[in-house]
């Protein structure tokens, strides 16, 4: 079935670690985008990519860094720099264009700091 | 800057209790306007697309309108499982896709 996976689904954190979040898409999408979620509140942009090797940062990169190097795979780490990453988040994909397509999301990582 | 504001952010009905739910943007040139379902702990499901103004849209109990500055999300004669958040969200030009969502309104249906 075509889908997006997320990996894992629970991570914990030590304090100065980084960790790195998976996101595989079977769906031949161009566009890949990372989102953040906190408790009650909706979903804020980090990161995004609309083509192999390229990306763009979204509104609330700092702390967290990505990479594209197959269509298919855009990882997400949560650096050391990140001073509050617990949160839920979210890797979405989308074909590729300027506005109007719909965007599919995983089930979600749940990252706490411990 | 795009800016999308859902209200009631929480929503309380009884099973067979009609609503609505709003969805106020602003937006520079709008491509699209999405609404997903959200469960606990899950990512949002994709329910509709809205494209223009006057275009709507439906699935077995929800119905989706579209005027030039909001967007409804009709819920006739809920059941508990229809309970979740509901999130809405609006593309514009230019942004290659980028989205911007509201913080979305929890509904829960009580049999």
């Known amino acids: 079935d075509g889908g997006i996976t997320q990996s894992p689904k629970y991570l914990f954190r030590k304090e100065g670690q980084n960790v790195t979040l998976s996101c595989e898409q079977n769906?031949?999408?161009?566009?890949m985008y990372w989102y953040r979620q906190d408790p009650g509140q909706g979903l804020r942009l980090i990161y995004y990519?609309?083509?192999?090797?390229?990306?763009q940062k979204g509104d609330i990169a700092e702390g967290y860094s990505v990479s594209r190097e197959k269509k298919e795979s855009f990882p997400l780490t949560v650096t050391s720099a990140q001073k509050n990453p617990t949160a839920f988040y979210l890797c979405?994909?989308?074909?590729?264009?300027?506005?109007?397509?719909?965007?599919?999301f995983g089930e979600g990582s749940w990252l706490t700091v411990v | 800057e795009d800016q999308v504001t859902q209200s009631p952010e929480a929503l309380r009905l009884q099973e067979g209790e009609s609503s609505s739910l709003n969805c106020s943007y602003t937006?520079?040139?709008?491509?699209?306007l999405f609404w997903y379902r959200q469960d606990p702990g899950k990512g949002p499901e994709f329910l509709f697309t809205?494209?223009?103004a006057g275009e709507e849209k439906e699935k077995e109990r929800l119905k989706a309108t579209l005027t030039k500055k909001e967007s409804f999300l009709h819920i006739t004669a809920p059941k508990p499982e229809d309970s979740a958040t509901y999130l809405c969200?609006?593309?514009?030009?230019?942004?290659?896709?980028?989205?911007?969502f509201g913080d979305g309104t929890t509904l829960t249906v009580k049999p």
């Open positions: 809205l494209y223009s």
């Open positions: 979405a994909s989308s074909p590729r264009d300027f506005g109007g397509n719909t965007i599919y």
């Open positions: 769906l031949n999408h161009d566009a």
């Open positions: 969200a609006v593309q514009a030009g230019g942004n290659a896709g980028k989205s911007t």
């Open positions: 990519s609309q083509i192999v090797n390229d990306f």
């Open positions: 937006v520079s040139g709008l491509r699209g």
